[in-house]
């Protein structure tokens, strides 16, 4: 063949976004997001499907999961055998499925995160609970379609009128889209199923009066808001904040201590409590002093307060929020309509495509069985023929040579009319088969007139389909060990007055921040002297002593304020962290002052063009890391000045070596702003503010005392000029800093 018929120009990106469109969609359609109607994915279907051919019911005896993995693999899903056997594993593990579809014998793993065994070692079957989901297979419930060789055809969708999307929930990555839907309680499905068929146009809420919100297999609390669980299942996408359920036991002489006995779904225990024993050695739960796994076959951990007089919600809420105690549940209904076609639903949209599956298998069996019908009578009428003209048949038979084509003339029979007289058995001829004979054919032209309405009738349908759901029911539903309600829907506590630094253990260190802005926090209250090592060009700028529990706050010359937690600064090791990393802080801005917040204080401000305010310390906190803007500053100015607010006078000295002192009570108190003018200049700005108590007298910067009888000349009202500083004043100009 000629070179140029093998070879065509082609985009490189075109090929690539052809290619990689149909892995896309090979992935999302064979392998990650499940069916709406029967919320498998292919591999699932295809063991179960492979479980079935195998006979693995629940009444009969286990296989090897080698064999199902070996049958699987090598007739419906050519992928890796590990990948099959951990499919197989999961629909097995009680702690994973909440109504599990297999049943395992041996090793399959457990809640503490230990591997299951090998698949030579374990053995399985099918649960009642996948026996519902495979029911109407042989009664052309669902479409089959070749396998990937064409030797060998497997169901698209399982029929059974099960629920398992919901009642299971399911989990995958695709591309470009994921799915994560919790599990369920099958009864109150079967609930939501029976009134959406009632009132098809029920509101979601409506359907929330039935379907509280996901039953986890392992248990626990759910205290997400009711508006919240209300919004997640209205648009199909949202959280629940799921918590381990524990209670208080009593012990000797008035102790107690926390036992838990149900941790959040997916949460691996062993690694759990490896997580409590090392935060409780850190110090980090400041409440608890130990905790231990003492589960057998049930879960039951124990956590020791530090103090009997500890309040057991504290504890517990600080626990919660440092551990994976209580953890949020993502929720995603993405899921394949009944055309393949990916979609975000609601929950009352995929109820009513479970329905709708439901019903489409209804009436295939309906007409599967009708047909049945009709070629079961259709014999039964040719052998009543025969009952009604007995001799005449026999005397065919016996001359004939070609009794079947003279039987289908002389009687008008049809040719499997003809074919199954002549199978006949001698002793079938008998009077009582004939009884017997009429009396089923009478009950099937019956059962035929009450299929043909069922067909006709919507009305009818859906008794039919809520005699199904009620069955449901009552093989799974509440009354039932396995579907009894296992995770509750409560609201967290609240605890009044908590304070907010019950969740850091408390501990003196001091920070060190550099001129160049790096920060780090060694442990205890230590001076810094030549053994605080710096980066080459850069020195000890902030010196603080303070609790881990404190918040530093930092003014920088933007005017903004941020605020740090000294728990959350870097170590003393090295020469810590830059700030900026911590905050948005812009690299031409500098920092004006950093100090530990004290509650009550209120802090004078001031800018480099003179103007100035006092403001309360609290409005100064920021919650986020770009921080708050208080002092909004002219073009071309920048903060100067943040110093404590104290006393009856503010003294002001500005760049022009002139100083003013003027009554506090003249600056207002704002929450914000530009603030008011403290003093005139002529030419340069402001150099330093502070506020003391005129009777106590000045300090200077070098720590001089200047008492009232040397600064009565300089008293006058804010906006003045002011006069100039003594010739002993410090060169620097400033004051003495209060912060």
């Known amino acids: 063949m000629p070179l140029d018929d093998t070879v065509r120009d082609i985009e490189l990106k075109d090929a690539l976004g052809e290619r990689y469109l149909a892995y896309a969609l090979s992935t999302i359609m064979g392998r990650a997001l499940p069916d709406v109607r029967d919320g498998l994915k292919p591999v699932h279907r295809r ?17 090897k999961c080698a064999r199902i993995v070996g049958d699987v693999i090598g007739q419906f899903h050519p992928h890796g055998d590990q990948s099959v056997y951990d499919a197989l594993v999961r629909l097995a593990q009680d702690f994973s499925l909440r109504y599990p579809l297999i049943e395992g014998q041996g090793n399959f793993g457990n809640i503490d995160g230990d591997n299951p065994a090998a698949y ?45 999307l919901l009642a299971n929930g399911s989990a995958g990555i695709a591309v470009g889209m994921a799915t994560n839907i919790p599990p369920h309680n099958l009864d109150e499905i079967a609930q939501a199923l029976i009134h959406l068929l009632a009132k098809p146009e029920a509101r979601e809420e409506t359907l929330l009066n039935y379907i509280k919100g996901p039953d986890f297999p392992t248990g626990g609390v759910i205290v997400e808001p009711p508006d919240a669980i209300a919004e997640a299942y209205r648009t199909g996408k949202g959280g629940f904040r799921l918590r381990a359920r524990w209670h208080r036991e009593e012990g000797a002489r008035g102790s107690w ?45 124990v956590i020791e307060p530090k103090s009997r007089t500890v309040d057991p919600e504290l504890m517990m809420e600080q626990v919660f929020r440092l551990t994976d105690l209580e953890i949020r549940f993502p929720m995603n209904l993405t899921v394949l309509d009944a055309r393949q076609t990916p979609h975000v639903m609601s929950l009352k949209q995929t109820l009513i495509a479970f329905v709708d599956h439901a019903r489409e298998v209804l009436l295939r069996r309906t007409r599967f069985r009708l047909q049945k019908i009709a070629d079961r009578l259709e014999l039964l009428e040719g052998y009543l023929a025969v009952y009604l003209n007995i001799d005449e048949v026999i005397r065919i038979i016996r001359e004939e040579d070609e009794p079947k084509t003279e039987l289908m003339a002389r009687f008008s029979l049809t040719d499997n009319q003809a074919e199954a007289i002549l199978n006949m058995r001698l002793r079938s001829l008998r009077k009582l088969e004939e009884i017997e004979i009429k009396k089923e054919h009478k009950a099937l032209s019956a059962e035929r007139r009450d299929l043909n309405a069922l067909v006709k009738s919507p009305e009818l349908q859906n008794d039919k389909l809520k005699d199904s759901f009620q069955g449901l029911r009552q093989k799974f539903g509440a009354k039932t060990k396995l579907g009894k309600r296992r995770t509750d829907i409560a609201t967290a506590p609240v605890i009044e007055d908590m304070p907010e630094d019950v969740f850091i253990e408390k501990e003196p260190v001091t920070v060190i921040c550099s001129e160049k802005g790096w920060i780090r926090a060694m442990k205890g209250h230590v001076v810094a002297d030549d053994d605080v090592k710096f980066k080459e060009g850069d020195r000890g700028r902030f010196t603080l002593r303070c609790q881990t529990t404190d918040k530093l706050v930092l003014f920088a010359t933007n005017g903004r304020f941020f605020t740090l937690s000294c728990n959350e600064l870097p170590g003393g090791r090295g020469h810590g962290e830059p700030v900026r990393l911590m905050i948005d802080l812009d690299n031409d801005q500098d920092i004006v002052a950093l100090f530990v917040h ?47 607010a104290e006393g009856d006078t503010v003294s002001v000295v500005g760049d022009n070596r002139k100083l003013l002192l003027f009554p506090l009570a003249e600056l207002p108190e704002m929450a914000r702003g530009k603030g008011l003018t403290l003093m005139k200049f002529k030419d340069g700005g402001l150099l330093d503010v502070a506020s003391f108590m005129f009777s106590d007298g000045l300090i200077d910067f070098n720590g001089r005392q200047w008492t009232k009888s040397d600064l009565n000349e300089y008293r006058g009202d804010r906006a003045q000029a002011g006069r100039l500083v003594p010739k002993s004043w410090p060169k620097n100009g400033r004051f003495q800093p209060k912060l």
């Open 47 to 63: 063991l179960l499907w492979a479980m079935q051919r195998l006979r693995l019911d629940p009444a009969s005896a286990p296989k």
């Open 257 to 301: 201590h926390v036992v838990v006995t149900e941790i959040p779904y997916q949460v691996v225990k062993s690694k759990l409590i490896e997580k409590l024993a090392e935060l409780a050695a850190e110090k980090k739960l400041t409440l608890v002093a130990d905790a231990r796994d003492e589960s057998a076959e049930d879960v039951r951990i």
């Open 120 to 164: 030579r070692y374990t053995e399985s079957r099918l649960t009642e609970v996948a026996i519902a989901l495979l029911d109407g297979l042989e009664d052309d419930g669902t479409d089959f379609r070749p396998t990937y060789d064409g030797q060998e055809r497997e169901p698209s969708i399982m029929p059974g009128l099960f629920p398992n």
């Open 598 to 644: 004290q509650p009550g204080r209120r802090l004078l401000l001031a800018s480099s063009g003179g103007y100035g305010f006092v403001v309360p310390e609290e409005e100064v906190l920021a919650q986020k890391k770009a921080g708050k803007q208080i002092l909004n500053l002219a073009e071309g100015d920048e903060a100067k000045v943040c110093s404590v």
